[in-house]
């Protein structure tokens, strides 16, 4: 591994908002989805820079399903990963390539901010009031005492119960700031 890499893990490490979900590195304090994919040459080709283009193509694709893989289990829209882009390229001198794809979920303002005390991290939550359920867009978390006249959120399982309109808040984006999480 690159000494980019093993200082993103160690940091990582420390941080409870950031997990491993089908083998990319999901933050939810950011709402962002990296993975990290190589391929090696193919030394049938005579030289490490004819094989390279192919190497970094087999690792993008690598890289790009294990975004796939995460969105599918974090229930994010698979078009997310449209939006993916390569953060970094680290072509070796043997003419294979590691690739860093990253992909950030939330897109635009959050339309609400929520304080729960504890809670698990779900990028695309579900808010119940009552009987009433709706989805949000994306949720971002923060670690932290909420602004004051910040609505309450509780944990229930995977849903949060609040005391809000959650008809008008499906599909839309929220931070959430967690006391403790799950």
Do not use: C, H
């Given at each position: 591994m690159s000494p980019a890499v093993l200082l993103a893990t160690a940091l990582?490490?420390?941080?409870?908002?950031?997990r491993t979900v089908a083998g990319a590195e999901v933050d939810f304090g950011t709402g962002t989805i990296t993975a990290r994919a190589g391929a090696a040459a193919d030394?049938?080709?005579?030289?490490?820079?004819?094989?390279?283009p192919g190497a970094e193509?087999?690792?993008?694709?690598?890289?790009l399903a294990r975004l796939r893989a995460a969105l599918a289990e974090l229930k994010v829209p698979a078009e997310?990963?449209?939006?993916?882009?390569?953060?970094?390229?680290?072509y070796q001198s043997n003419g294979g390539v590691l690739v860093t794809m990253a992909v950030t979920v939330p897109e635009g303002q959050p339309s609400v901010t929520l304080s729960a005390p504890a809670s698990s991290l779900v990028l695309a939550p579900v808010l119940v009031r009552g009987?009433?359920?709706?989805?949000l867009g994306w949720a971002i978390y923060r670690?932290?005492?909420?602004?004051?006249?910040?609505?309450?959120?509780?944990?229930?399982?995977?849903?949060?119960?609040?005391?809000i309109d959650v008809q008008k808040l499906?599909?839309?984006?929220?931070?959430?700031y967690v006391g403790k999480v799950r």
């Open positions: 990582a490490a420390g941080n409870p908002l950031v030394y049938r080709l005579p030289s490490p820079d004819v094989a390279r193509r087999r690792a993008r694709a690598a890289a997310v990963a449209s939006r993916a882009k390569a953060t970094a390229v680290d009987t009433e359920e709706a989805v670690l932290g005492v909420a602004p004051s006249g910040t609505p309450a959120a509780r944990r229930d399982g995977d849903r949060l119960k609040v005391e499906a599909g839309a984006g929220a931070v959430i």
